[in-house]
């Protein structure tokens, strides 16, 4: 004789439409009932719904390109705030040496290496929104 599950599931409110949902295509109907989601009239689907195309070399290859030349302006950003930064700290570094001012001349040159980045971040982002309201 089985007993009941105490590790049971209670019902809850999804059991109903999960009953329905496995009637549905559990039983092959001979009748195609109207899916409620369609759209009405002759229009299905609809023209405005995205439909993929197949991809082929050209449209990739023409895609790739497309997205380099958009990031084109982007990619070197990280070279160039790295190279500033180094640049900078590595004046300050040699200031230092010069003139045996330890630590300031490389707390100076990290700030003017900071300066620089927030003013090459500025510049590109102006560039980019500018270019993407044409």
Request: glycine share 12%; proline share 10%.
């Amino acid at each position: 004789m089985p007993t009941e599950d105490p590790w049971a599931d209670k019902p809850d409110r999804f059991d109903r439409a999960d009953r329905e949902w496995a009637r549905r295509w559990a039983e092959p109907s001979h009748e195609e009932e109207p899916d409620p989601l369609a759209p009405a009239g002759d229009a299905y689907p609809p023209r405005d719904v995205y439909q993929p195309q197949r991809a082929t070399p050209g449209r990739i290859k023409d895609a790739y390109g497309d997205g380099m030349r958009e990031a084109g302006p982007h990619l070197g950003l990280g070279i160039q705030i790295g190279g500033s930064m180094l640049l900078f700290v590595g004046l300050g570094i040699l200031v230092d040496r010069w003139l045996d001012t330890t630590p300031w001349g490389v707390i100076v040159g990290a700030a003017l290496g900071m300066v620089g980045i927030v003013a090459l971040v500025v510049r590109v982002a102006n560039e980019s929104s500018s270019g993407s309201s044409r």
